[in-house]
């Protein structure tokens, strides 16, 4: 199907409008967080790994190359808003989301045992929103 053909180039255009802005939000001090813009940080970031993951392309590239892509980005950019400053956190903050978002699942099912222990076996919805 033409759908299926175009499902991976759609993929990589997310993947390179997310980095981009990754890259700008962070250089202009902005942090992935779990609360306001940070979130939104954390959030666009984790929808790039993700997609990465699923298609099996982080596999191929890794955190190095994976960080190429945001220092691809500067350069690219360079000519419409001048040279980026030197960010040299900038790979330490990736790689930090990064495994942040691998421990994810563990962290969430070990916080929903603890939630079912101490409810009985029976949630509400406020606790299903609480806990995740």
């Not at 990589?12 to 940070?38: E, F, K, Q, W």
């Not at 890794?62 to 360079?78: P, S, T």
């Not at 903050?93 to 939630?115: F, S």
């Amino acid at each position: 199907m033409v759908k299926d053909a175009i499902q991976p180039i759609k993929e990589l255009y997310i993947i390179l409008d997310h980095t981009r802005t990754v890259m700008m939000t962070i250089t202009d001090g902005a942090l992935p967080s779990n609360v306001g813009g940070g979130g939104n940080v954390r959030n666009i970031l984790r929808r790039v790994l993700f997609i990465l993951k699923k298609n099996g392309w982080w596999e191929k590239m890794g955190l190095e190359g994976f960080c190429e892509i945001f220092n691809a980005h500067k350069v690219d950019l360079e000519g419409i808003y001048g040279k980026f400053k030197d960010y040299k956190s900038f790979d330490e903050i990736i790689k930090v989301e990064y495994e942040r978002w691998l421990h994810t699942d563990d962290v969430q099912a070990l916080n929903l045992e603890k939630l079912l222990k101490k409810k009985g076996g029976k949630l509400t919805m406020d606790d299903w929103i609480t806990c995740m």
